[in-house]
C-alpha cells in the first residue's frame, strides 16, 4: 500500500461578536426614586395635591410617551456614544411641568453622564423635550437597563409623580475567535484503508462570548477525499469545547497539499 499524505492548515477570519450573556456587580436598574420638584405656570406637580394661577384645563388623562433610537444601546469599550431620548404626549395634548429626578451623572449607571437636573416648561408633539445622555463603557457587560424617573402635570390638570422609562443597554469588545485542532500538524491517512477525522474546537481570546461563528468557505471546493462538516456554524462561542465542526479526510489516491477554510 502507498501512503498518501495531507496537511491541513485552517485558517480563520476573526470578527467582533457579540451574545446575550455576562454579568455585572451591579443592580441592573438603577435610578433614585426620589421626586424631582417641577414649577411651571403655578403648577406644583411634586404636591399630593396641586395648585394653578389659571383658571383650568378641561380634558383626558394624558401620559409622557419617551422615545429612544432603539431598544438596545449597545457601545464598543473604550468608545463613547449620546443617546438622546425624546418626550411627547400621548395624544398631543400638552403636558407641563415636565422633569426627571435622576438624569445627573451621580445617580445613572456607571460610564452614564447627563445634565445636572433636566425638565421641560411644557410638551406635546414633535422633539421639543429631548434629554442628551452620554454612554462611556469602561467594561465588557450586557443585560443591563437604566430607568429614569420623572413627573409632570398631565392635560387635565392632574400631577403624574410616577412614571418611568427604561432602557437596555451593554458594553461590548473587540474579542478574536481562535481554532485548535485535533490532532494537530500534518494529517496522514492510508490510501483505501479508513479515515482520518480533524476536530476544530473553537474559543475567543479574551474569554467573552461570541456569536454566529460561521465557515464560509465552499463544500465543494475541498479537495478529493475530504469530507466537511455536517454544520457549518455554531451559534455561540466562548470557552470549553461548546463550538466544535469536524472535518474527515478518506484518501482514495495519493497526494499531498494544504487546505485553508474562512
Keep these: 500500500m502507498v501512503a498518501a499524505h495531507r496537511s491541513l492548515g485552517l485558517g480563520f477570519a476573526c470578527a467582533a461578536l457579540l451574545s446575550g450573556c455576562g454579568s455585572s456587580s451591579y443592580s441592573s436598574e438603577y435610578g433614585s426614586t426620589s421626586v424631582a420638584t417641577s414649577t411651571v405656570a403655578g403648577i406644583s406637580s411634586n404636591a399630593t395635591g396641586f395648585t394653578s394661577d389659571a383658571s383650568g384645563v378641561n380634558g383626558t388623562h394624558d401620559s409622557v410617551v419617551a422615545t429612544a433610537p432603539s431598544n438596545l444601546v449597545s457601545v464598543e469599550v473604550g468608545t463613547t456614544k449620546t443617546i438622546s431620548v425624546t418626550f411627547t404626549s400621548s395624544d398631543g395634548r400638552t403636558i407641563t411641568g415636565f422633569g426627571i429626578s435622576n438624569a445627573s451623572g451621580a445617580v445613572l449607571p456607571p460610564g452614564w453622564s447627563g445634565p445636572a437636573s433636566f425638565g421641560c416648561a411644557s410638551l406635546s408633539t414633535g422633539s421639543g423635550c429631548v434629554l442628551n445622555l452620554t454612554f462611556t463603557p469602561t ?122 477554510i474562512d
Design 139 to 260: 467594561m465588557y457587560e450586557v443585560g443591563q437597563t437604566l430607568t429614569l424617573h420623572y413627573v409632570y402635570v398631565d392635560n387635565s390638570m392632574e400631577p403624574v409623580t410616577t412614571d418611568s422609562m427604561t432602557l437596555a443597554f451593554q458594553a461590548t469588545t473587540n474579542d478574536n475567535v481562535l481554532a485548535a485542532l485535533v490532532p494537530a500538524g500534518q494529517i496522514n491517512a492510508t490510501v483505501n484503508s479508513g479515515s482520518q477525522t480533524v476536530t476544530a474546537t473553537f474559543t475567543t481570546d479574551d474569554g467573552n462570548p461570541a456569536s454566529a461563528l460561521a465557515v464560509t468557505s465552499d463544500p465543494a471546493a475541498l479537495p478529493p477525499g475530504w469530507i466537511a462538516p455536517a454544520a457549518s456554524s455554531c451559534a455561540t462561542v466562548s470557552a470549553g469545547t461548546a463550538c466544535q465542526l469536524e472535518w474527515v479526510y478518506t484518501p482514495t489516491a495519493p497526494g499531498n497539499g494544504t487546505i485553508t
